[in-house]
């Protein structure tokens, strides 16, 4: 599965942004599929994911924030992003993994979009 992230770009902090992975190749409805975030300097981290049936799971940093849904009749996967934080600034990466279970260890997923930078201005 081929994965194409989108909807990044400069925001000030408080604002909203929605983040879009729209898959190829293969339909998302057996997969797993995550975002994580890496910030300049840092390792790469978990943000959100979200399991075949809909599950969901966040970092503790992003909780009540943001929003992982997806769309499987669209191949697309959301991230829903408000109350934006300076600290929130970062490449942000959907990811997935061919499995009922999602995982926060990036190691675990094998299928990875390019990357879609977010900054946000204090």
């Known amino acids: 599965v081929q994965l194409q992230a989108s909807g990044g770009g400069l925001v000030q902090a408080g604002g909203s942004l929605r983040l879009s992975c729209a898959a190829s190749?293969?339909?998302?409805?057996?997969?797993?599929m995550g975002w994580f975030r890496q910030a300049p300097g840092k390792e790469r981290e978990f943000v959100a994911a979200i399991s075949w049936s809909g599950g969901t799971y966040y970092a503790d940093s992003v909780k009540g924030r943001f929003t992982i849904s997806r769309d499987n009749a669209k191949n697309t996967v959301y991230l829903q992003m408000n109350s934006l934080k300076p600290e929130d600034t970062a490449v942000y990466y959907c990811?997935?993994?061919?499995?009922?279970?999602?995982?926060?260890?990036?190691?675990?997923?094998?299928?990875w979009g390019q990357g879609t930078l977010v900054t946000v201005s204090s």
């Open positions: 190749g293969r339909t998302i409805s057996g997969y797993a």
């Open positions: 990811a997935a993994r061919e499995t009922y279970y999602t995982d926060r260890n990036p190691e675990s997923y094998a299928y």
